[in-house]
């Protein structure tokens, strides 16, 4: 995960979802849609976005730029106090009333998910659960 905002970063991610959320799809069998996490390219790529496109299956349908941070403010590094103090804000333009993974490429303290989650509420959406490639908590 070191290497994720290098130029080549998005070469690793692919790997790793070939390797990991692909596996995933192939082997679950509900119908449900995925939603990455702020999936707006940065770098020229964006890590959930390479991730749910992976889940894409026949029982899996990956939705793009619909939930969208507003505060673009960096959390790399930054603590509890720092990621509570500084919501994402998002804004969800994605259809209501609908089933989803949300998809995100690390956990640091599960604010970020928290947040998500809360918002899509408002919206109908129903998070089964979350896909994320690392969680620090551990």
């Known amino acids: ?46 890590h959930t976005a390479i991730l749910n496109n992976s889940l894409k299956s ?5 939705l793009y730029k ?4 507003q505060n673009k403010i960096s959390y790399a590094g930054k603590d509890l106090d ?3 103090n500084n ?5 969800y333009k994605g259809k209501r009333d609908i ?11 599960g604010t970020t998910l928290n947040e998500a989650k809360d918002i899509l509420k408002q919206y109908g959406v129903n998070v089964a659960f979350c896909l994320a490639l690392i969680d620090k908590r551990w």
Do not use: Q, W
């Open 1 to 46: 995960m070191k290497y994720k905002y290098h130029p080549f970063g998005n070469r690793i991610f692919e790997i790793l979802a070939k390797n990991s959320f692909s596996k995933f799809s192939e082997v679950y069998e509900d119908n449900i849609y995925s939603i990455a996490i702020d999936d707006n390219p940065k770098k020229g790529y964006s």
């Open 58 to 62: 026949k029982y899996i349908t990956p």
């Open 66 to 69: 619909k939930l969208i941070a």
């Open 82 to 84: 720092f990621r509570l």
């Open 87 to 91: 919501p994402r804000n998002f804004t």
């Open 99 to 109: 089933d989803v993974i949300l998809v995100d490429d690390v956990v640091t303290t």
